[in-house]
Structure formats: C-alpha cells, structure tokens
C-alpha cells in the first residue's frame, strides 16, 4: 500500500485487522483513517492512534525505519503497552528506545527458539474501534462489545 502516494483516505471498518503494516506510514498525503470496528487491533497502540493519522504516521514509519535500519525510537509517547510486528523486525533489531512511557511490562516477542510457535504479529487483546481525522484533536474511540 506504501505505493498508493496519492492516498487521502482509508477505510478498512468491520474487519479483523490485528496491526497496520508499518510502510503506511510513508503514505503522506493521508488525511483520514477510519478504522472502527476493528475490535483486534493493538498496532499502532491507542495511545498514539488517539492523536490523529500525523502521529500514526509517524508511529508507523520509525517502526518501518526499524525493519531497515535496526533502530526504533518510541519514547516519551506515553504507551501503556506495546506490541510490535516482531515477525518482521526480529532479524535486524538491535535498538529500542521506549523511555518516558507508562510501559508496566516490556513488549511480548514471538517464542520461536524454544519451539513454541510465534506469536500473532500484534497481538490478540482487543483494542477499541478507531477513526481518526488529522484536522480533529483526538480519535473517537468507542468500544466494542463482543456477545459470546
């Protein structure tokens, strides 16, 4: 999707997306991401999904410079909690900065050394349905319930 340059709005409601691929963070001109209803979601975490589609987009590229680069810088954005695509980073991670948060515990990675298999890209926890508009100070985050 990184090749859509021209893209302003993305739409993905009622599906079971788990994370946005971290190269959507290279699409500039994006202006609206709607993704509600979406009840899986952990990556990007609300804490920065809730400050509009710039902070995801900047959420999401120092997360792709990470995959390229080895290095991830995700301080001070006040994250309670983390989950990476580790499947995609694990080969040429060797930094990550998480200071200034409010982490309780340090991001699960996949199990894979000790045979056990991996775990999902970003995790099973379900998040709250997100839309985020860029010219709107904070996402509506409205939560989904699930009948059993």
């Known amino acids: 999707m990184a090749a859509l340059t021209s893209l302003r709005i993305l739409s993905a409601i009622d599906n079971r997306l ?8 290279r699409l500039s001109r994006l202006e609206d991401l709607n993704l509600t209803n979406n009840p899986g979601l952990m990556c990007p975490p609300p804490e920065v999904f809730k400050l509009g589609v710039g902070a995801t987009r900047n959420f ?18 006040a994250l309670e909690n983390l989950v990476l695509p580790w499947d995609d980073l694990q080969s ?11 982490l ?3 991001p699960p990675t996949p199990r894979r050394a000790t045979g056990a298999p991996a775990s999902r890209p970003c995790g099973s926890t379900p998040m709250p349905s997100r839309r985020c508009r ?9 939560r989904v319930s699930r009948s059993i």
Not at 18 to 25: C, F, H, N, T, V
Not at 62 to 73: A, L, Q
Not at 92 to 102: D, E, F, H, M, P
Not at 134 to 141: G, I, K, T, V
């Open 60 to 77: 999401l590229n120092r997360v792709s410079y990470g995959k390229t680069h080895g290095s991830i810088e995700l301080s001070g954005l």
């Open 18 to 25: 788990q994370y946005l691929a971290p190269d959507l963070g």
């Open 134 to 142: 860029p010219r709107s100070a904070s996402c509506a985050l409205s």
């Open 92 to 102: 040429k991670l060797q930094a990550l900065v998480l200071s200034r948060n409010q």
């Open 104 to 106: 309780e515990a340090m």
